[in-house]
């Protein structure tokens, strides 16, 4: 393993989920403490950094329209709990000695920048933690699709999706035994086999700016840091 970073450049893919921890809604404060200071770690290693997270801790825009709601007015909602989190992790650095922008894909300049891609490109080499919030200010379109966006607009070598699985497997590996995780896939394997790793118009984003792909377990410490030097943690989708 490098001492040096093997990635200059990445963006960080945060489910909202992933912040309740135990909890059924929510953020769980030491979650998201332990991921704030793993991101800052990684920053310190001298790695630029962006992060997307999403909002289904709070509210999820495809849910709502489930159960009722229009599905514009869903969306918006859960652009809404996009920004709350982010907020929150921003606090969470900070507490920590590091340094975090919220930029929002929709204006809410009281709270939160607008998303003007050279001025967060100029944030992440500053050193800064720029945290995307509202995914894409558009409705119909997942915070991954908004990730897999911004991955490309700050030119990240590399895209992280944070889960609290090890990995793409051939089946849900919660109730087939017998499934077994992928190393690598291509993105057409991913789109053909319908994996559920991300939404069918982000891979297909991913693949046609070949910008490659990590799934990895975000509740094991220090994975982060692993993958910045260069271990095969998880699953890598690619070309």
């Known amino acids: 393993m490098s001492d040096q970073p093997k990635y200059r450049r990445i963006l960080l893919k945060l489910s909202g989920e992933a912040l309740m921890g135990e909890a059924d809604y929510g953020i769980d404060p030491k979650v ?9 770690e990684v920053v310190r290693a001298g790695v630029n950094i962006g992060v997307v997270i999403g909002g289904g801790n ?5 849910g709502l329209a489930a159960a009722g709601m229009d599905r514009v007015t869903g969306d918006h909602m859960g652009m809404l709990a996009t920004v ?7 606090d969470a650095i900070e507490k920590r000695g590091g340094y ?9 300049h009281d709270v939160a920048e607008d998303f003007i891609r050279r001025r967060a490109i100029r944030h992440i080499e500053k ?4 945290l995307f919030a509202a995914g894409t200010g558009n409705p119909f379109f997942t915070t991954d699709s908004a990730a897999a966006l911004r991955a490309v607009e700050i030119g990240a070598d590399l895209l992280l999706k944070a889960t609290k699985v090890d990995g793409v497997y051939t089946a849900d590996p919660a109730k087939h ?3 077994t ?7 057409d394997e991913v789109i053909q086999r319908n994996l559920q790793v991300m939404d069918t118009a982000a891979i297909a984003l991913c693949r046609d700016h070949r910008m490659p792909l990590r799934i990895y377990d975000m509740t094991v410490p220090g ?4 993958i910045m030097h260069g271990e095969a943690v998880g699953t890598l989708v690619h070309n």
């Open 127 to 130: 050193g800064r933690i720029a």
């Open 100 to 108: 975090a922008r919220v930029m929002s894909a929709i204006q809410i």
């Open 58 to 62: 709070i509210f999820r825009g495809a």
């Open 84 to 90: 709350m989190n982010a907020l929150a992790m921003a």
């Open 177 to 179: 035994a017998d499934a």
């Open 223 to 226: 994975n982060l840091m692993r």
């Open 32 to 40: 998201i403490g332990r991921l704030a200071d793993e991101i800052i």
């Open 181 to 187: 995780r992928y190393d690598q896939l291509t993105y």
